[in-house]
């Protein structure tokens, strides 16, 4: 019966699956492709091996976790630090043991077990307007102080690079403290938190406030962009706390899935990853700090000049996660 | 013979019925799981906002749109002005845009850093925001507006089908009893036309549940981002099910109360059956107030925003149209061309098993499948993504009882699980379209087709497929635009590494650099005109 037929051969067409090829590769990643791009073609030139790259802005944990051992996924890419402690922290990654990556990053820069490797460090800056403040020395305490007021930007307080500042004060100063300051710094916000790093350096070359908060490459990224070098250019670079612990660092990173298909494909683009070449175009082309002590930062970066960072260990900011979030809502920051 | 067929259809009516409220069930049972700390933290800081926030909101919206509508419907059913023929069809242009894109134009046009704003500082010489007042755009008012520029054309399709159906001896009698004509809209159009805009004010309340777009690119978080950033920020499917479940009482309220107000309506259709249609026709300036406030209507709600993207798109046509625009159209046309007959088939197949059946009990099988429409993308997607996530792995254990390689994720991880939640989503568009082509075939012809030897799937290929082609027709339009512009669902369900032009748009609108995606954007506007172009010519046609 042709009826019959026709609904079968609709039903047929939807199940399309894929095919999963020896010399492939596939990535989760919280990091925009364009960031990574050119690094994957040169290590497709070099190895042969096909990169499959998938963008998300959240959920990727979650993904894998419904996904469990059916999962695709090889390497997950994170942009910040709380990501990868969350895919540790569920059981979704597996320890990696490479000599290659031991000597390429910093015993302070992976997790003691090989369960994540940092590959970039990025400071989560203050930045003032040329026009009306000129640089500052300021700190992340300040931006509760009330002579701000109406006076700064930021992004919304749930996007993880917030988060893991919060956290960081949290680990500094206590719950009840960090509370009151949000409460602070909440009152001195010129608009509801809204839009990237980068529409905060927008909002204060137009105007509408005197501060942002910003990551340090965004700036780098803004001054390569004709659209966007005039806001950078409006914009001193402030590396806050220089007086007391130093600027808060955040990382970006890879973890190995605790199911991945292609374990040694993947262990060797890590590799790749961390070596020279990607630390020199991660500095060169995204603006980030390497993480591998012998690759300098890009000319322009060297030029916001040397920084004193918090010493305090990245792994004890995942600790005051959840207890960031909560305080985050308890003060109705976004809201 | 024909009993004996339609308990074997009814069969399969009823299970594809339980397939398709499979999701609704699964987010009941997700919202049972007993209680997390997450959910009640939730309650006990932001969940009020959200629950505010949204009732808020659809208010705001349907408010907004029958303010917008009543004035363009009453004079474009019932009066005569410069323009009338061409506002006809042109106010449903609107329905074409998704709203998360006039966002995105009003944004840039009424921002600080806005061409208006600046224009403003620059004639008074003001400095700063403290020196002026200026309403701020990204506010939950500012997304009730641009809801409501997009939505209203619902309001106004149904107002206007409504004042056009009312017998115009109604009036005269009104008047003759010494109404003035505005006391003769107030006291009797307005209130039998009430049915007609419950109608219309309840579809757009669900759509605004459903934004997730709008809301999110403005930041004023409601039920449907909360359900959004709970699952995913939070990682807790039952807290972000429970949440899902809230949001599905209100809405299944409001469509009781639709319900409600739909059974009114028929009482009032019986009474309008004379129907002369002679407009009154409006002197010079009331012409020209009419002809002025529906051009400024469509040029607020239609003509700025796609002029905006038609602008955009010029200037950076080098960089938009590129392998991943035309990639992605074709996945977007792919998918709902493939959903679109598929709900056809689902449709005809339920439908007539109910004409068939001589059991009242087969009414169930089409009033179970159409629930799926009044569950938002979000939503969806979590009831979606339990059950088929649970049968991949049965079928990947039977495969590995057989000791070979399972083929992975073939449900939850392919366009499987984007058509399934399409199909769920949109299927009660073609089921009522459908249906509607059912009413216009008299019983009679199936009797004597029956008499004259016409086994019952004959009866469908032969009488029924060929008199109900347009109805299916129009039904394969609607949920194609439909799925086009479908965005919430899509982000979700999506399987690795692929995208449609709605994500693709989305993407690009909340990188705040929509620039790069006009091109992507004016697609799914210009294949929305064509069902609407379709939609009121038989509309035109029927009245």
Same mark, same amino acid.
């Given at each position: 019966m042709n009826f019959t037929k026709g609904v079968i051969a609709l039903g047929l067409a939807c199940m399309t699956s894929m095919a999963s090829a020896a010399d492939t590769l596939t990535i989760y990643s919280y990091r925009q492709a364009f960031l990574i791009d050119p690094i994957l073609t040169d290590f497709t030139k070099e190895t042969g091996i096909e990169v499959n790259v998938v963008f998300s802005k959240n959920g990727i944990a979650e993904r894998i976790a419904r996904e469990?051992?059916?999962?695709?996924?090889d390497l997950v890419l994170t942009s910040d630090f709380s990501r990868l402690m969350e895919l540790a922290d569920k059981d979704l990654v597996t320890p990696v043991q490479s000599e290659v990556l031991e000597v390429n990053i910093p015993q302070s820069m992976r997790s003691p077990s090989g369960e994540w490797f940092a590959l970039t460090q990025r400071v989560r800056n203050i930045y003032s307007s040329k026009e009306r403040l000129g640089p500052l020395d300021i700190t992340y305490e300040d931006l509760a102080d009330p002579k701000y007021k109406g006076k700064i930007c930021t992004r919304s307080g749930k996007h993880p690079y917030n988060i893991a500042l919060v956290a960081s004060m949290i680990a500094h100063h206590g719950e009840a403290e960090t509370k009151t300051w949000l409460n602070g710094f909440k009152a001195n916000l010129a608009r509801k938190p809204q839009g990237n790093d980068r529409a905060q350096v927008q909002a204060v070359k137009e105007g509408l406030c005197d501060i942002a908060i910003g990551n340090s490459y965004y700036l780098g990224k803004m001054l390569q962009d004709p659209n966007q070098v005039a806001w950078a250019e409006a914009v001193n670079i402030n590396f806050p706390n220089q007086s007391n612990r130093g600027a808060h660092i955040n990382i970006s990173g890879m973890a190995l899935a605790k199911?991945?298909?292609h374990k040694d494909n993947a262990i060797k683009l890590m590799e790749y990853l961390s070596g020279d070449a990607a630390q020199q175009s991660y500095a060169q082309i995204n603006m980030e700090y390497p993480v591998k002590v012998d690759v300098a930062p890009s000319e322009l970066v060297a030029s916001w000049g040397e920084f004193k960072a918090d010493a305090l260990p990245i792994f004890k900011l995942a600790e005051y996660h959840q207890a960031a979030v909560k305080l985050l809502d308890e003060v109705k920051f976004d809201l | 013979m024909i009993l004996g067929f339609a308990r074997r259809w009814s069969l399969i009516s009823y299970l594809i019925a339980v397939i398709l409220t499979l999701p609704l069930l699964a987010i009941i049972v997700q919202a049972a799981v007993p209680g997390e700390a997450i959910f009640a933290h939730l309650l006990d800081t932001v969940l009020p906002t959200y629950i505010f926030n949204t009732l808020a909101l659809m208010l705001c919206v349907c408010i907004g749109a029958v303010v917008l509508a009543l004035p363009a419907a009453w004079c474009i059913a019932r009066c005569d002005f410069p323009g009338r023929q061409l506002f006809q069809w042109a106010l449903l242009l609107p329905l074409a845009m998704p709203a998360y894109v006039v966002a995105y134009v009003y944004t840039d046009l009424l921002d600080y850093a806005g061409p208006i704003q600046r224009g403003i500082r620059a004639v008074f010489g003001w400095q700063s925001p403290q020196d002026y007042y200026f309403p701020d755009v990204r506010t939950l008012m500012g997304a009730a507006v641009m809801l409501a520029l997009v939505l209203f054309p619902y309001i106004y399709l149904l107002a206007r089908t409504a004042f056009m159906e009312q017998s115009s001896s109604l009036q005269h009698a009104a008047r003759v009893m010494g109404c003035s004509p505005w006391q003769s809209f107030w006291r009797l159009s307005l209130p039998m036309a009430r049915p007609a805009l419950a109608v219309g004010a309840s579809l757009v309340a669900m759509e605004t549940a459903a934004d997730f777009a709008t809301v999110s690119y403005f930041s004023v978080p409601t039920l449907t981002t909360a359900v959004y950033d709970t699952w995913l920020g939070y990682g807790s499917l039952s807290a972000a099910a429970k949440l899902s479940a809230i949001m599905l009482l209100v809405i299944f309220c409001m469509i009781g109360s639709e319900r409600f107000a739909r059974r009114k309506q028929k009482l009032f259709q019986k009474q309008a059956e004379l129907n002369e249609r002679d407009r009154y026709p409006l002197s010079a300036p009331k012409a020209w107030l009419a002809t002025f406030y529906c051009a400024g209507l469509l040029l607020l709600a239609f003509l700025l925003p796609f002029g905006v993207l038609v602008s955009y798109a010029w200037q950076y046509f080098e960089v938009s149209w590129n392998h991943e625009f035309l990639q992605y159209s074709i996945n977007s046309l792919y998918i709902a061309l493939l959903v679109a007959l598929l709900t056809a088939v689902i449709a005809i197949v339920l439908m007539f098993v109910r004409r068939c059946s #001589?059991?009242?009990?087969? +009414?169930l099988p089409s009033r179970l499948a159409s629930?799926?429409?009044? +569950? #938002?993308g979000t939503v969806l997607a979590i009831g979606i993504l339990v059950p088929l996530t649970y049968m991949d792995f049965t079928i990947n254990d039977i495969y590995a009882y057989f000791d070979r390689q399972g083929p992975g994720l073939v449900l939850s991880g392919s366009i499987f699980a984007l058509i399934f939640a399409f199909s769920i989503r949109f299927v009660a568009i073609a089921i009522g379209s459908v249906e509607s082509s059912y009413k216009r075939i008299s019983p009679t012809l199936d009797m004597a087709s029956i008499t004259m030897g016409l086994r019952p799937n004959a009866l469908l290929r032969k009488v029924h497929l060929p008199l109900l082609r347009k109805g299916i027709f129009a039904g394969v339009l609607l949920v194609f635009i439909e799925c086009m512009k479908e965005l919430p669902a899509a982000l979700l369900l999506r399987p690795v590494g692929f995208e449609n032009l709605a994500t693709y748009v989305f993407q690009f609108v909340s990188d705040e650099q929509l620039e790069h995606g006009a091109l992507a954007a004016i697609v799914i506007v210009l294949v929305g005109f064509i069902p609407l172009i379709y939609l009121n010519r038989s509309l035109e046609h029927n009245t």
């Open positions: 469990g051992r059916l999962s695709p996924v199911h991945a298909p | #001589p059991r009242r009990s087969d +009414l629930t799926g429409y009044a +569950l #938002p």
